[in-house]
């Protein structure tokens, strides 16, 4: 690893660090500060990232006995589905992370997919996948806030985002904008984490599992399904369906089992509990001997409070990573 990105970690941990208390402006430019920080986050993130879930950062509803990797197939091919995606289509993929579920749509439907994305390596990291899967004709990845994308109005066909909206301090201004870049009658789902209903904002366990997420997440605001809903019909759409599909997952493979060490493979390890801590500790060894830059611990322990709490707030039920709402721009 060059001396760069030695230095470039350690300064994105220091921005990171700042997160929780962004300076005051307005609603757009404070929307820019704040990518700008979610950006770092992902900077410290992704190596881990990668290592543990490979291309596609989300979490799926699943099956028993199935496989992480099938669980994701089937929740991208779903969502293709219930877009009626289409051969020819011009589909925009709102914080594509690095292009997983790009390619796996875009497979799937023949549509073209555009991936917008705030972090330049994992822009470059979809780049690259995009060219392995021979897609280049029909996917392409940009560099943009999805608070002001860099589009025009009523440029995509449909539109859909995995887990994406919640690292956003303004969720109407991503809705609006979201609204902006479809044509009439074209239509979005929105798979997103949100606070469920049997979230107790008077009740202190809760309000710290969901501090924790936020904070170790990089989601500044966690909204709860109403407030959700409300931003959507707030930006002008009309919302056909909304589903909390965590809560449809079968019982005996909760969306969280794969931070608590349920999969039973090698390739799960890493998601673990114990590969977790494993992780921690021959990362610090790692920095101490200089091998990895400074701030790379400290990264591995960002995720490791933010996995906990994970599995907390599904275990009490307080929270949701798949809150899917499936929604139209009236014609």
């Not at 760069?4 to 994105?12: M, V």
């Not at 900077?43 to 596609?56: K, R």
Request: charged letters at 25%; proline letters at 5%.
């Amino acid at each position: 690893m060059s001396m760069a990105s030695r230095s470039d970690l350690s300064a994105a941990l220091d921005d990171y660090r700042g997160l929780r208390n962004p300076p005051a402006s307005s609603s757009r430019d404070g929307a820019r500060s704040h990518s700008a920080l979610v950006s770092r986050y992902y900077d410290i993130v992704t190596p881990f990232y990668e290592y543990a879930w490979g291309n596609s950062f989300h979490f799926s509803p699943r099956r028993a006995g199935e496989r992480l990797a099938d669980a994701h197939r089937r929740h991208e091919e779903g969502v293709a589905r219930l877009l009626d995606l289409r051969p020819g289509m011009r589909v925009v993929d709102v914080g594509c992370g690095v292009g997983g579920p790009l390619v796996t749509i875009a497979r799937a439907s023949g549509a073209t997919v555009t991936g917008l994305n705030i972090n330049a390596r994992q822009i470059a990291i979809g780049e690259r996948l995009v060219r392995k899967a021979g897609l280049e004709g029909t996917c392409r990845l940009v560099l943009g806030d999805f608070t002001d994308a860099p589009f025009d109005p009523g440029q995509f066909e449909a539109a859909y985002s995995f887990e994406a909206i919640c690292h956003t301090e303004d969720t109407d201004l991503a809705f609006r904008e979201l609204f902006r870049l479809l044509r009439p009658g074209g239509e979005v789902a929105i798979v997103d984490w949100c606070l469920t209903g049997r979230f107790d904002a008077t009740d202190a366990t809760h309000r710290d599992v969901r501090d924790r997420i936020e904070i170790g997440n990089a989601t500044p605001d966690l909204q709860t399904l109403e407030e959700q809903l409300a931003a959507v019909r707030s930006a002008g759409f009309e919302v056909l369906s909304s589903t909390d599909q965590a809560a449809r997952s079968d019982p005996r493979a909760p969306w969280y089992g794969p931070l608590q060490g349920r999969d039973r493979s090698l390739s799960s390890l890493a998601r673990s509990p114990a590969g977790r801590r494993f992780t921690a500790a021959f990362t610090r060894a790692l920095e101490r001997c200089r091998i990895l830059p400074k701030g790379s611990a400290a990264a591995a322990e960002i995720l490791n409070v933010a996995a906990d709490a994970l599995v907390e707030g599904g275990e009490l039920g307080i929270f949701t990573p798949s809150f899917l709402v499936h929604a139209r721009k009236p014609a």
